[in-house]
């Protein structure tokens, strides 16, 4: 049977070239801070940003007789729009540094992704253009590129509504997509402007402020400083960064309930009591069996589960963690934090569904016959279906995580630290051992950006398109 028309390609074709278009100008902002900071990288910005918009213009006069949008193509959308973001700025460091484009590629799709690990040894001595950008797409991907498009070039509809699912996204804020993405921009924007506010409070100066906070609220965690935010050594920047993870980490529809209640609701938030509880366990467990500083445990527990990566020590610091710390991280960083937030990782809700699915299962069995046991999260009934989809999901986010893992142990990586490593890139995380450098295997460096891909997308969404590539060129 055939499963991808002309048609759908068409489909594909014109909402990726919208997806394009937004991309072409978010590449253009850069430029600002070349001219402030008179620095000689314009070129490197425009040439993308001109073949990003012409050619998106161009994909978006296609026109087709079924213009309904399926969640297929929604999802095929979404994947390739990632991959056309890396490669945008990729084309940006190729055009205005000395670096390959694996290395290039890898770098950008990691910002885009928030996944915040680098290949570059010494970041403080890039253009700040290049370290604003760097830290743009990391904001703009924390929130997701195709959902911050749809919401300023699509209209609210059937489209508007795939390509938001595509993105594994569930939750509105209002009924339309629309005003729900309305709501949601304004929440980060609000967010990210309170952000810098207290970071130039602190006294930190206001290009730092600017990127640190981009970087934190959108859980992205790439640094503009060698040391990362251990540079500053400073423990009110660090509590900063912490309560702007937090709130990159908790959904968007629970921020904007506390609003209306005044806080409240995000202490009832199943999620966010998840995280509280899971920080607070960790943060006890490793204190009680390690001799590090409680500042330096906190943070890092806070980092790993809000999938931001941000960093006081040193990779090669990490590296010396003892196995059980890094055994808790590695957990933290594979459950992340709330569904219908900026963070990677399986999310906390599909953990709650498992647990509370295998409780279910043994209140099934032991109740007396004829008995009907419902389940429920936040008051919302679960089906028989979602619980197998979370079972599922994280079945296949585990089997991806395994591949990478043998691949670098393969390579001779030490295991512990590779299975540590895989789990951050997947997750989108940024948190290292060392392992992601520039002096690492090209092959290595390819499997890594796609786990990144594969991580933010869901994965589903990758292997749709996988197939439908497989179709069209029948192979």
């Known amino acids: 049977m055939k499963y991808i028309h002309r048609k759908d390609v068409y489909v594909v074709a014109h909402y990726l070239g919208k997806i394009m278009q937004g991309v072409g100008m978010t590449i253009l902002l850069p430029i600002i801070i070349a001219l402030i900071y008179n620095e000689a990288t314009y070129l490197g910005f425009l040439i993308p940003s001109i073949l990003s918009l012409g050619l998106g213009t161009l994909l978006t006069k296609i026109e087709f007789k079924h213009p309904r949008v399926r969640l297929k193509h929604g999802m095929m959308i979404s994947s390739l729009a990632w991959l056309w973001a890396g490669f945008i700025g990729a084309l940006v460091m190729l055009i205005s540094l000395d670096i390959s484009f694996i290395d290039a590629f890898f770098e950008n799709m990691s910002a885009w992704t928030g996944s915040g690990l680098t290949m570059f040894a010494d970041v403080e001595i890039l253009p700040k253009s290049i370290l604003f950008l760097r830290s743009l797409e990391q904001w703009v991907g924390g929130l997701g590129v195709v959902v911050i498009v749809i919401g300023i070039l699509i209209r609210s509809g059937t489209a508007a509504d795939r390509l938001y699912k595509s993105e594994a996204r569930e939750e509105r804020i209002k009924p339309s997509i629309a005003n729900t993405l309305n709501k949601t921009l304004q929440i980060y924007i609000a967010y990210t402007v309170i952000g810098i506010i207290l970071f130039l409070i602190a006294g930190m100066p206001l290009f730092d402020s600017i990127?640190?906070?981009?970087?934190?609220?959108?859980?992205?965690?790439?640094?503009?400083?060698?040391?990362?935010?251990?540079?500053?050594?400073?423990?009110?920047?660090?509590?900063?960064?912490?309560?702007?993870?937090?709130?990159?980490?908790?959904?968007?529809?629970?921020?904007?309930?506390?609003?209306?209640?005044?806080?409240?609701?995000?202490?009832?938030?199943?999620?966010?009591?998840?995280?509280?509880?899971?920080?607070?366990?960790?943060?006890?467990?490793?204190?009680?069996?390690?001799?590090?500083?409680?500042?330096?445990?906190?943070?890092?527990?806070?980092?790993?589960?809000?999938t931001t990566g941000a960093n006081i020590n040193t990779s090669a610091q990490t590296a010396l963690w003892s196995p059980f710390m890094k055994i808790v991280i590695i957990v933290l960083m594979i459950i992340?934090?709330?569904?219908?937030?900026?963070?990677?990782?399986?999310?906390?809700?599909?953990?709650?569904?498992?647990?509370?699915?295998?409780?279910?299962?043994?209140?099934?069995?032991?109740?007396?016959?004829?008995?009907?046991?419902?389940?429920?999260?936040?008051?919302?009934?679960?089906?028989?279906?979602?619980?197998?989809?979370?079972?599922?999901?994280?079945?296949?986010?585990?089997?991806?995580?395994?591949?990478?893992?043998?691949?670098?142990?393969?390579?001779?990586?030490?295991?512990?630290?590779?299975?540590?490593?895989?789990?951050?890139?997947?997750?989108?995380?940024?948190l290292s051992t060392g392992i992601s450098s520039p002096t690492l295997e090209p092959i290595i460096k390819i499997i890594m950006t796609f786990n990144m891909w594969i991580g933010r997308l869901e994965i589903v969404p990758v292997l749709v398109v996988i197939r439908s590539f497989l179709e069209i060129f029948k192979i």
């Open 211 to 306: 990127n640190n906070t981009f970087t934190a609220i959108s859980t992205g965690g790439m640094s503009i400083k060698n040391l990362n935010l251990g540079y500053y050594n400073n423990y009110i920047y660090y509590a900063i960064s912490m309560f702007l993870m937090i709130l990159g980490a908790t959904s968007f529809l629970i921020h904007y309930k506390s609003i209306k209640t005044k806080g409240i609701a995000i202490f009832k938030d199943i999620q966010f009591k998840a995280m509280v509880l899971l920080v607070t366990i960790s943060f006890i467990s490793i204190y009680l069996v390690t001799n590090l500083v409680p500042m330096d445990i906190l943070f890092h527990i806070i980092s790993a589960i809000t």
């Open 336 to 430: 992340g934090g709330s569904a219908g937030s900026t963070v990677g990782a399986v999310k906390l809700v599909r953990v709650i569904v498992i647990f509370k699915g295998f409780y279910h299962n043994i209140i099934n069995i032991i109740s007396p016959k004829g008995r009907v046991v419902t389940m429920k999260i936040s008051n919302h009934v679960m089906k028989e279906n979602e619980i197998k989809e979370a079972s599922s999901y994280v079945s296949l986010y585990l089997i991806f995580i395994l591949f990478g893992w043998l691949v670098l142990v393969f390579y001779g990586y030490e295991p512990m630290n590779s299975l540590f490593e895989i789990v951050s890139v997947q997750g989108n995380v940024g």
